[in-house]
């Protein structure tokens, strides 16, 4: 199982941008998709999560700002990032888990993306 993001980048204060992962693999359903960022020197946080029971989790310094949105038939997952500050900067990762191969076999292990650097600058 592979992750991949996309859609990074430099950004100024207050404008948006728009995150992409798509999952690769033998995959039939992943129960869990989300994103977690880290800055150099803390913790990995989470950002927004959302799974196939319905539950959806944001960290508590983007709610209302960040929205998370998955296509699963295409094994995606997308965060949008709007009103975007410099404090949002951070390598942003794409997180998998709970993931059901076409063998039918459900696999323990957390699948990470390589991370996408963003960057709210002036």
């Known amino acids: 199982v592979q992750l991949v993001e996309s859609g990074g980048g430099l950004v100024q204060p207050g404008g948006s941008l728009r995150l992409s992962c798509t999952a690769s693999?033998?995959?039939?359903?992943?129960?869990?998709m989300g994103w977690y960022r880290q800055v150099p020197g803390k913790q990995r946080e989470l950002v927004a999560s959302?799974?196939?029971?319905?539950?959806?989790k944001y960290g508590d310094s983007v709610e209302g700002r960040f929205g998370i949105s998955r296509d699963r038939a295409k094994n995606m997952v997308f965060l949008q990032m709007d009103d975007l500050a410099p404090e949002d900067t951070a390598v942003y990762f794409c997180?998998?888990?709970?993931?059901?191969?076409?063998?039918?076999?459900?696999?323990?292990?957390?699948?990470w993306g390589q991370g996408t650097q963003v960057t709210v600058s002036s």
């Open positions: 997180n998998g888990s709970g993931v059901l191969t076409r063998d039918r076999v459900t696999l323990v292990s957390d699948y």
């Open positions: 959302t799974d196939n029971g319905g539950t959806t």
């Open positions: 693999g033998n995959i039939f359903s992943i129960f869990r």
